[in-house]
């Protein structure tokens, strides 16, 4: 017996010694839970309850939509009298186009610019030292406690002050000055990258902008998209703030259009909850195809976001 296999016997042998990497995997898989088939049936159990709850109401609505005023509420997912016309009527009815079209702008002016606008403002809280920073940023982040409803009246004031209170702008423009949220989010990513990049790159002779743009983007890739994402969502849903400033039917967004759809066919209207269906799944769709667009881009943000913990 060699000198080295002498060592690594009287290793092995050593009470405090590592375990082998075999039974290292076992304890792993072990912690994993309930193994086997039967572990796998319960998890496949719980999946399809879990899919079925959620896609219940969806395909319920989905199914309103193609029934006739009588047979909505039957709970019946395949109708029995099926009938398509409720979608050529909602677009005859109303200028469904137009709203599509308001929201699709909108959403998109107000997702590209808190991702930017919230981006530099986490970056320059990640990488810049200065006095009182800390003491500056909790006091971005205690905005969050604010509820929404107490910046309504002054926000309108000042937007009535300006003279476009009656106009689309106050549906995007504020996200220009960043979100709380997001400059969290984006924050603590940032904290994140090695600071030996950036300071190899300002010893190189680049700029901060250059930092910002060349470095700090593409590594953040995957929280930019998620923020892009988040924002895409909540604008598009956002019906608050267009009740309050859009009073003409042409500059509705859709969740301010469905509202005039169900005040019209809906309570206290003429009672053709298929119409309002019919209108819920076209306001509806675009969210469910932009989340299967970005499916990957999304979990991958989360995931990553996770990790940085």
Not at 262 to 268: H, V, Y
Request: hydrophobic share 50%.
């Amino acid at each position: 017996m060699t000198v080295l296999d002498e060592r690594r016997t009287n290793d092995a042998e050593a009470p405090g010694a590592a375990p082998p990497a075999a039974k290292r995997r076992r304890t792993v898989g072990e912690r994993r839970g309930p193994a086997g088939p039967l572990g796998r049936a319960i998890r496949m159990i719980l999946l399809i309850g879990c899919s079925i709850a959620f896609l219940y109401p969806f395909l319920w609505l989905v199914s309103a939509s193609f029934k006739p005023a009588q047979q909505v509420f039957d709970n019946a997912l395949i109708p029995e009298t099926f009938k398509p016309g409720n979608y050529s009527e909602i677009w005859d009815a109303f200028p469904m186009l137009t709203w599509l079209w308001n929201s699709t702008v909108i959403t998109l002016a107000a997702a590209v610019a808190v991702t930017i606008s919230s981006g530099l403002v986490a970056f320059g809280f990640a990488y810049f030292r200065f006095p009182g920073r800390n003491v500056l940023f909790a006091l971005v982040i205690g905005t969050m406690m604010l509820p929404g409803t107490v910046l309504m009246v002054p926000q309108y004031l000042i937007w009535d002050w300006m003279h476009l209170s009656s106009s689309q702008l106050p549906l995007w423009a504020p996200n220009l000055f960043g979100s709380a949220f997001y400059i969290f989010l984006l924050r603590q990513f940032f904290l994140g990258l090695p600071r030996e990049l950036f300071e190899a790159a300002r010893v190189d002779g680049a700029s901060y902008w250059t930092l910002y743009w060349r470095i700090a983007v593409p590594l953040c890739k995957p929280a930019l998209l998620v923020t892009f994402i988040f924002e895409i969502q909540a604008a598009w849903t956002d019906l608050v703030r267009p009740l309050i400033y859009l009073r003409d039917p042409e500059l509705y967004t859709v969740p301010r259009g469905l509202k005039a759809v169900l005040d019209q066919f809906g309570e206290g209207g003429e009672w053709r909850w298929e119409i309002v269906a019919t209108a819920s799944v076209i306001v509806t769709l675009p969210m469910i195809l932009i989340f299967f667009l970005c499916q990957r881009h999304f979990t991958e943000g989360i995931a990553t976001q996770g990790r940085k913990g």
